[in-house]
Nanobody, 127 residues
Framework: QVQLVESGGGLVQSGGSLRLSCAAS????????MGWFRQAPGKEREFVAR????????NYADSVKVRFIISRDNAKNTVDLQMNSLKPEDTAVYYC????????????????????WGQGTQVTVSS
């Protein structure tokens, strides 16, 4: 099955930036919709960003619009999340996920629509 490995998390000050990367195994990566989710302590895992299989379409949670940018490189089997203007409320474990089916509508933002998940990488934003 597909394996996803995130990297790039760390501790940054409010207003700083981080770039997360997710490396995927398998030849079918280019056919998957990819997403980033995050989960803060005591909270549900929430949608952050999504990118279509070709990279033509992106979607973002309202809380991260204009600050975060999702991108992918199918030749390298990677998907990145550039995070700018970070806020303490961005503190969470960030997960890379793959939607093998390409869900429609609101299902695009649901954790249940994603078939494969990385182990997560911690992002901590200090005030």
């Amino acid at each position: 099955q597909v394996q996803l490995v995130e990297s790039g998390g760390g501790l940054v000050q409010s207003g700083g930036s981080l770039r997360l990367s997710c490396a995927a195994s398998g030849r079918t990566f280019s056919s998957y919709v990819m997403g980033w989710f995050r989960q803060a302590p005591g909270k549900e895992r929430e949608f952050v960003a999504r990118i279509s299989s070709t990279g033509s379409i992106t979607n973002y949670a309202d809380s991260v619009k204009v600050r975060f940018i999702i991108s992918r490189d199918n030749a390298k089997n990677t998907v990145d999340l550039q995070m700018n203007s970070l806020k303490p409320e961005d503190t969470a474990v960030y997960y890379c996920a793959a939607d093998a089916r390409g869900s429609a509508g609101s299902l695009r933002y649901s954790t249940s629509s994603y078939d494969y998940w990385g182990q997560g990488t911690q992002v901590t934003v200090s005030s």
